[in-house]
């Protein structure tokens, strides 16, 4: 009998539950990831995406400032790959290494993922994802005339480089993840929402763009891509809710893809955090499948229907 297909979309700070920076403080976190995954391997065909917030922000203030004449700064798009290879490398090691404590084989490959968007997206005229270090009004206006960035004050905190977050449209290493699947490896792809990349009409060549693609956006691309029977976004609280934060907070259970449209025209879920995420999983519940929104400590029982936000198309 065929395993179902899972898509465990990792929030960006999956690997930094309490701040830590170094990387051996983020293969323990990793770990326990690789622990949760190897058991699920068991019942489930397994695909990880995660994101790369803290890291990708931690290449970007390296890159930036230790850029010289003779090893200036890389651009964004290859600092998101730098951080696949970063955090696929900690979570493929860790899985490996709990099959092996077993004395079992497992293939996982982390694929460093392109993911395609369009260049005519709205998002690259109203950039909008802060990326980076915080600089003073000053400093930051000076780089954006001298980098051509477009710089914004971010809540208070300081000014920051802001770019697009376009929406993926395909995954070019979508059939090699296939190829993998069905070989029976744990794949890891498209880290940090992929590298995104703008594909040519005449020549269908690829180029990198400076943008960050939201990573349950790319992954539920993803899970679509794959043929995925679920699609899972694995975040901080273990459901979303109606009035986060508030004394008139309130868990959501299972809930079709049309009532979620309706919650969203009510404004219920920020676009910052929630949205995203539960825009996602509703999106994919409407292609037919599962999208479920939850912890890493509730995922198992949420796979088995008895926990977690779960959505379903009716």
Known sequence: ?????????????????????????????????????????????IIISHGNGPQV????????????????????????????????YWLSQAIYNVFASKNKRKNVA????????????????NPSKPIGQFYSEKEAKNLAKQKGWT???????????????????????????????????????TGGGGIPVTRTKILKRLKGVDAVIDKDYAAEKLAELVKADIFVSVTAVPNAYLNYGLTTQEKIGHITASEVERLKKYGYFKAGSMLPKIDAAAKFAKRGGTGI?????????????????IITKN
């Open 293 to 309: 929104i939850t912890d890493i400590a509730s995922l198992k029982a949420a796979l088995n229907g008895k926990a977690g936000t």
């Open 110 to 125: 982390t694929i460093i993922s392109q993911v395609v968007v369009d260049r005519t997206d709205p998002a690259f005229k």
């Open 57 to 88: 922000g931690n290449i970007l203030i390296h890159e930036e400032q230790a850029a010289t004449d003779k090893a200036p700064a890389m651009p964004l798009e290859t600092a998101v790959a730098m951080s696949q290879g970063q955090i696929g």
């Open 151 to 189: 710089v914004k004050e971010d809540s208070g905190r300081g000014w920051r480089r802001v770019v697009a977050s376009p929406k993926p449209i395909d995954i070019v290493e979508k059939r090699a993840i296939m190829d993998l699947l069905d070989d029976g490896a744990i794949v890891i792809a």
């Open 1 to 45: 009998m065929k395993k179902p297909r899972v898509v465990l979309a990792l929030g960006g700070n999956a690997l930094q539950k309490n701040g830590e920076a170094t990387a051996e403080a983020q293969k323990k976190v990793a770990e326990t990831v690789g622990e949760i995954v190897a058991e699920l391997a068991n019942n489930y065909e």
